[in-house]
C-alpha cells in the first residue's frame, strides 16, 4: 500500500486535514467579509479601511517569535484547539452586534486582532504537529496534503463566501467562518493519537533566551539559512507582484471582472496537483533537487503578466504560467517545510516553524510598498518585470547554497532522520 494511500485510511490525519480545510474554507469567506463590513455596513474610511488590515497583520510581527517558544514548551493539538474556539467566538460576536445593531468599527478592530494572533499561535503548533503524528517516514505526503489545503480553500471559500455575501450580507456571512473555527476544533478533539508532553530539564529557560536561540538556530543552519534567505526574497517579489497585478490587468490590460476572475480562479486548481506530485518528485530525485528545480520556475512562471498584451491569448498565457506558478509553490512549501523539520531537533520545532515565518513575512510589506512607490515612476507594467526580474536573485541564493554544493550529504541526513523516527 503507498503512503499516499495510506494517509487516507489514518484516521486521525484525515481528522486533522478535515478540521483545517474547514478553517481554512471559513477564513477565505471573512478575508472578503471583513472589509465589507467596516465598507458598506459602517462606512469605514479608507484610512480605517487600512487599519482594519494593519490589525490583521501586526500579531504576526510582534508574537511569532514568543509563540515560536512557547509552542516548543506545550502539547500542540491542545493549542490549536484553543485558538479555534476563541478565533470562532470572537468570529462569532460580528453577526450577533450586526442583528443587534450595536456593531462598531472598534469591535471588528479587536476581532482581527484576536483572531490574528490565535492564527500565529495556531500556526507553530500546526505545521510541527504532523511530525508528531505521522513520524518521519511519512512527514513528506502529509505535508504535502496539507499545504494542498490551501488550495481547495481558495478555490470554494471565496465564490460561496461571495455568494453568502449577495445573499446575507457581509456582517451575517461572517457567521460562516465562526462556524468553520467551531467545525475545525470539533475535528482536533475527536483526534485519538496521545501527544508526549514536550521534554522539560529541571529549570525552564527564559523566555527571552529560547527566543534568542531559535533566532541563532535559523540564520546560522548551513542548510535552513540560505532557505530561509531564499524564501524571504521570493516573498518580497511576490508582494509586489500581487500588489498590482489585479488592477494592472483590469486597467491596462482590459480584463473584465469575470475574465480576472476566472484566469486567477482556474490558476489556483494547479494547487490540486501538487499534493499528488510533491511526494513522488521528493522520492525520485530527493528534496535538494526538487527545491532548487522550483527556485528556477519561479521566474519563469512569475514574469508572464508583465509581458502579455491585451487579448484572450494573454489570459491565456497568465492561466497556465500562473497554474504552474501555484503547482511550484506548494510543491516547494511541503518539500522545505518537511526538509527544515527533519533537520532540526524536536524540542526546537515551534521556534523553527516561528522564526522562518516571521523573517519571511517581514519582507512582504516592504515588497508591497516599493512596488507601488515604483509603478508610479515607471508605471505598473515597468514594475511588475522589475519584480519579476528580481525573482532571479532567489535562485543565485540557492545555487550556492549547500542545497546544491552538498547534496548528497544532505540527502544522507534526511534518509537518516527518517530511519531514526
Known amino acids: ?92 460576536t460580528v453577526p450577533a452586534a450586526a442583528v443587534a445593531g450595536v456593531l462598531t468599527l472598534w469591535q471588528l478592530y479587536a476581532v482581527a486582532l484576536v483572531v490574528a494572533t490565535c492564527e500565529v499561535f495556531f500556526t507553530p503548533a500546526y505545521q510541527t504537529y504532523p511530525l508528531t503524528l505521522l513520524g518521519p517516514d511519512r512527514l513528506m505526503a502529509g505535508n504535502a496534503r496539507l499545504t494542498s489545503t490551501v488550495t481547495v480553500a481558495g478555490m ?54 529560547q527566543i534568542g536561540e531559535g533566532l541563532r538556530y535559523v540564520v546560522r543552519h548551513r542548510v535552513i539559512g540560505p532557505l530561509v534567505l531564499y524564501m524571504a526574497t521570493v516573498s518580497f517579489c511576490l508582494a509586489g507582484l500581487t500588489a498590482l497585478e489585479v488592477n494592472y490587468v483590469v486597467r491596462e490590460l482590459g480584463w473584465s471582472s469575470l475574465a480576472t476572475g476566472l484566469v486567477f480562479g482556474v490558476s489556483m486548481a494547479g494547487g490540486l496537483a501538487a499534493g499528488a506530485v510533491a511526494g513522488p518528485l521528493t522520492d525520485r530525485y530527493g528534496m535538494p533537487r526538487v527545491l532548487l528545480g522550483a527556485a528556477f520556475a519561479y521566474p519563469l512562471c512569475s514574469g508572464s503578466i508583465g509581458l502579455v498584451e491585451p487579448g484572450l491569448a494573454g489570459q491565456v498565457v497568465v492561466g497556465v504560467s500562473w497554474s504552474i506558478l501555484i503547482i511550484v509553490t506548494l510543491v516547494f512549501q511541503s518539500t522545505q517545510r518537511s526538509l527544515r523539520q527533519l533537520l532540526t531537533p524536536k524540542d526546537m520545532q515551534g521556534r523553527l516553524a516561528a522564526t522562518s515565518r516571521w523573517l519571511t513575512w517581514a519582507a512582504t510589506p ?34 550556492f547554497s549547500p542545497l546544491r554544493t552538498s547534496r548528497r550529504e544532505i540527502e544522507r541526513d534526511v534518509r537518516t532522520a527518517t530511519a531514526a523516527g
Not at 471559500?157 to 467562518?177: E, H, M, R, T, W
Not at 516592504?366 to 512596488?371: D, I, M, Q
Open 156 to 209: 470554494v471559500g471565496q465564490p460561496v463566501g461571495g455568494l453568502l455575501i449577495s445573499l446575507f450580507g457581509p456582517a451575517k456571512a461572517v457567521l460562516a467562518d465562526a462556524l468553520s473555527y467551531l467545525g475545525g476544533a470539533l475535528a482536533l478533539a475527536l483526534i485519538r493519537a496521545p501527544e508526549p508532553a514536550p521534554e522539560r530539564g529541571e529549570k525552564a529557560p527564559r523566555l527571552r533566551a
Open 1 to 92: 500500500m503507498s503512503t499516499s494511500r495510506s494517509l487516507w485510511r489514518h484516521r486521525d490525519f484525515v481528522l486533522l486535514w478535515s478540521g483545517q480545510t474547514t478553517s481554512s474554507f471559513g477564513t477565505e469567506i471573512s478575508y472578503l467579509a471583513l472589509p465589507l463590513v467596516a465598507g458598506i455596513v459602517l462606512n469605514a474610511s479608507p484610512v480605517e479601511l487600512g487599519l482594519l488590515t494593519a490589525a490583521r497583520r501586526v500579531p504576526v510581527l510582534f508574537a511569532s517569535l514568543p509563540a515560536g517558544a512557547l509552542s516548543d514548551r506545550w502539547r500542540k493539538r491542545p493549542v490549536m484547539i484553543t485558538t479555534f474556539l476563541v478565533s470562532g467566538c470572537a468570529m462569532g
Open 366 to 399: 516592504v515588497g508591497a510598498v516599493l512596488s507601488g512607490l515604483l509603478a508610479g515612476g515607471i508605471g505598473m507594467r515597468g514594475s511588475l518585470l522589475v519584480f519579476s526580474a528580481g525573482m532571479l536573485v532567489g535562485p543565485v541564493v540557492m545555487w
